[in-house]
């Protein structure tokens, strides 16, 4: 484990933070998250977060989806520089370069399983049958090959989350996020999830990063870091115990 | 999956209000149907021939034009055929009922109203056997429910008899319009008769339609026509049939004003309804939008996805709506003279597509807030 400094041992940073300012709000409502923070995290790297509730776990990774712009510094992903790219061209970024977990899922109600995880491939040029073949080969992956025609409403939570990782990972993304993937499963679902996730790392080589709050999940993770008052810390022995 | 099924799963997520929502348009385009139907029908002024035009006096209509002045129009060059009538109205049968004989050289007729009437040689040889005899509409002829030979009474408000007894005639036939829209409502009475046993005005007619020949401009055959008779003892005033109708139909009540005032109010309705309803379904679904977004949906097809829904609950309702018009048109019979030709309905769809982009204008907005100002975050 190396829990700190934010700059993760291995290169080039496929994930580079560089002096990030950011606040929520505005006027006297206006609240700092982050001020001048950096991090770099290597290509293949699975790392948790770890931190008090209202830390700015949450902001990070939406500032790494593109989906909150910084009010300073640079952010880039694999060499894209978010902090320069505009709203629908971040929305591009995303299909090809990013998959997203969910603490509640976030599946569509009214749509299958396989449908649920066919939705990101709509944007991109596909048949219909290369879309059907990528669906099934990440249901098969995260074991729900015979659930491809079930609805949500029908499959347990965990189930549901292997739904939304197989839906993260059906576009081939080299990175994935994950806010709280275990937050609303039981112990065993939870194990399955970080499972998929490890070998999601290991095998496909995947860069991870995850929030939880969860000390068995973060120690699937191979680097810890601690985020507190809007900067990174090493991870103290008990969150790791 | 396509784009078109997601924008179907999220139709059908709750059919009643999709349902309902299509029921209204569709009643408000059936609305709509009925009411242009009406008014491209027989009762509006839409089987008027645009280049036909209408002599009367220019001291108003029913004042009595000299008979002559038909030979006099017949002889100008621009002009290809000519018909003066003196109308008759007056009561059939019962004393509720109006009818109406045109006085007319059938044969002068017939030319004037060529392709419009089907005043077939055959039909028109008829009326020679006796004077008093009349060719009658198809519409009054089915209103009235009369057989071809049986005679009926005119009991005139002007042109009366000399003897003072009704006008009396012996139907010969019946004549067809050749479209719909046509007015098949009236008769076709010999003038010579009419004027030999008229008790006044002998020799007056109370108009005359005229064609021009193809390629005359109808409103300076009108001038022309007007100049003629500028400074005779009759001046007469010329216009396009269509015109004449109108003006005819709006001394009733102006039909095209209540037309639109009750169109306009049911599409106000639906507009409301629909644009609402809409909004609350996309507001519902924010989260679900909020999830598009993160997933990389762009903006603009969000929105153009909310806009599709739109447009498929207007196209299906409005279709409907005007399929039905359609059959009432159909079923409604010549009585009615309820007319829906293809620009009617053309003219009507384009109304369907603006009205479902205006409808879908303030969900889509929604859509569009929702994903700049309030995409999904983690929670
Ligand atoms: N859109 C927002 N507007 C205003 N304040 C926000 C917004 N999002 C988050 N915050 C605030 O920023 C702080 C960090 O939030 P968050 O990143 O969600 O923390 P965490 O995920 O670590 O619990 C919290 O105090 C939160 O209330
Ligand atoms: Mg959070």
Not at chain 1, 25 to 34: D, L, N
Not at chain 2, 116 to 136: E, K, N, S
Request: charged residues 20%; glycine residues 10%; contains cysteine.
């Amino acid at each position: 484990m190396t829990p700190f400094p934010p700059s993760l041992p291995g290169s080039p940073g496929f994930i580079r933070l560089d002096g990030v300012s950011k606040s929520h709000g505005r006027g006297a409502g206006r609240v700092a998250i982050f001020s001048n923070l950096s991090l770099e995290i290597p290509r293949g790297d699975f790392v948790a977060i770890m931190g008090p509730s209202g830390s700015g776990k949450s902001t990070l990774l939406n500032i790494l989806a593109g989906l909150d712009p910084v009010d300073a510094g640079r952010v880039a992903i694999d060499g894209c520089d978010l902090s320069a790219m505009g709203e629908d061209a971040r929305a591009a970024w995303r299909t090809t370069t990013l998959g997203i977990i969910f603490q509640f899922y976030n599946l569509m109600p009214m749509l299958t399983a396989a449908e649920n995880v066919e939705l990101p491939l709509l944007l991109r040029p596909l048949s219909g049958r290369e879309r059907r073949e990528r669906v099934a080969t990440v249901l098969d992956l995260v074991g729900l090959g015979g659930w491809a025609r079930h609805h949500p409403r029908e499959m347990s939570g965990g189930q549901r989350q292997r739904v939304g990782i197989a839906r993260a990972i059906v576009t081939d993304p080299a990175l994935l996020l994950c806010d709280e993937p275990t937050g609303d499963l039981d112990r065993r679902s939870a194990g399955e999830a970080l499972d998929i996730l490890g070998r999601l790392n290991r095998e496909l080589g995947k860069t991870i990063v995850m929030v939880t709050h969860d000390p068995a999940a973060a120690r699937s993770a191979r680097h810890v870091l601690h985020l507190d008052k809007g900067a990174f810390s090493p991870a103290g022995p008990e969150v790791l115990s | 999956m396509t784009l078109l099924r997601l924008i179907g799963r999220n139709l059908w997520r709750k059919p009643a209000r999709t349902l309902l929502m299509m029921l209204s348009v569709a009643i408000a385009f059936l609305v709509h149907g009925l009411g242009q139907g009406f008014l491209a029908g027989s009762q509006g002024s839409g089987g008027a021939e645009a280049g036909r035009l209408v002599v009367q006096s220019r001291n108003g209509r029913g004042q009595p034009l000299p008979h002559a002045d038909a030979a006099r129009v017949a002889a100008m060059p621009e002009v290809a055929a000519v018909a003066a009538s003196a109308r008759i109205r007056g009561y059939v049968g019962t004393e509720r009922t109006v009818a109406v004989a045109s006085a007319v050289d059938p044969n002068a007729m017939a030319a004037v109203m060529a392709g419009d009437l089907d005043l077939t040689p055959a039909l028109l040889a008829q009326l020679d056997g006796a004077r008093d005899r009349v060719l009658v509409g198809r519409s009054l002829m089915e209103a009235q429910g009369w057989r071809a030979g049986q005679r009926i009474a005119l009991t005139p408000f002007q042109i009366a008899r000399a003897d003072g007894a009704p006008w009396s005639f012996e139907i010969a036939g019946v004549f067809e319009g050749a479209r719909p829209e046509i007015d098949t409502h009236f008769m076709i009475a010999r003038y010579d008769y009419v004027n030999a046993a008229r008790a006044h005005g002998r020799d007056s007619i109370d108009g005359l339609m005229v064609v021009p020949h193809p390629g005359v401009p109808p409103a300076a055959l009108a001038a022309r026509i007007d100049a003629l008779f500028a400074s005779s003892p009759a001046p007469t005033r010329t216009q396009s049939e269509k015109a004449f109708l109108d003006a005819l139909i709006r001394e009733i009540a102006d039909f095209r004003l209540v037309v639109t005032l009750v169109t306009s109010a049911s599409f106000a309705a639906i507009l409301m309804i629909v644009a609402n309803t809409m909004a609350f379904a996309v507001r519902e679904r924010s989260f679900e939008i909020g999830v598009l977004k993160v997933l990389g949906f762009p903006a603009r097809l969000i929105v153009g996805l909310v806009l599709c829904e739109t447009l498929f609950i207007f196209v299906t309702g409005g279709g409907i709506g005007l399929a039905l018009a359609r059959v009432a048109a159909l079923l409604a019979g010549p009585e009615l003279g309820l007319a829906l030709p293809p620009p009617v309905v053309a003219r009507a769809f384009l109304l369907l597509i603006a009205l479902a982009l205006l409808a879908g204008l303030v969900p889509a907005g929604f859509a569009l807030r929702m994903t700049t100002a309030n995409a999904l975050r983690f929670r």
